[in-house]
């Protein structure tokens, strides 16, 4: 969609919600879209539209929203978006982790970071840290001067089959 497309499918949307229509027919479409555009607010909107509405909203749509707030800096937004889904009773995935895990590490919160990779472990079902995951947190404690916590983290990598 360019951007005038999207103009036209959201003031579609918009419509729908004014007709009350309880559809989702290309909204998640819309979303993800909006989502690649940065439009952060007015995705954003759609969730608390899609609440409001009795529509379920899953981990991936507010993944979606955590990326595009990643990619705009809105760090301090992420974590308060995070807690709105821990209040809702969305599940966190590995993706909804790494994109935690990138925001403290870049502002070199060792603590954060590592308390949110040893979470992986501790979620339910049991989630294992990939490439990523390990890449934030050696990230985060060489920030900080923390080689021997690095040197670890790295062992712990390529015993799981790290390359």
């Known amino acids: 969609l360019s ?12 419509k729908m919600r004014e ?6 027919l290309g909204l998640d479409r819309l ?3 909006n989502f690649l555009l940065d439009r952060w ?10 609440h409001k509405m009795g529509h ?6 507010y993944n979606l929203l955590l990326g595009s707030l990643k990619r705009c800096g809105m760090h301090k937004k992420v974590f308060e978006v995070i807690e709105e889904m821990e209040r809702r009773g969305v599940r966190k995935t590995l993706s909804t982790i790494n994109i935690a895990l990138h925001c403290l590490s ?21 989630v294992e840290p990939n490439d990523s995951s390990y890449a934030y ?17 790295l062992k712990g990598y390529w015993a799981r089959g790290g390359e």
Do not use: W
Request: with cysteine; proline share 3%; aromatic share 10%.
């Open 137 to 153: 947190a050696i990230n985060a404690c060489m920030g900080v001067g923390k080689v021997t916590e690095a040197a670890q983290l």
């Open 56 to 61: 379920p909203v899953g981990s991936g749509t």
């Open 3 to 14: 951007f005038h497309r999207f103009d036209e499918a959201f003031d579609v949307y918009t």
């Open 106 to 126: 870049s502002h070199r919160k060792y603590a954060e970071t590592m308390k949110m990779f040893h979470e992986c472990g501790e979620m339910e079902p049991k």
């Open 19 to 24: 007709m009350k229509m309880k559809t989702l």
């Open 41 to 50: 607010e007015r995705a954003y909107g759609i969730i608390q539209d899609m």
């Open 31 to 33: 979303i993800r879209h």
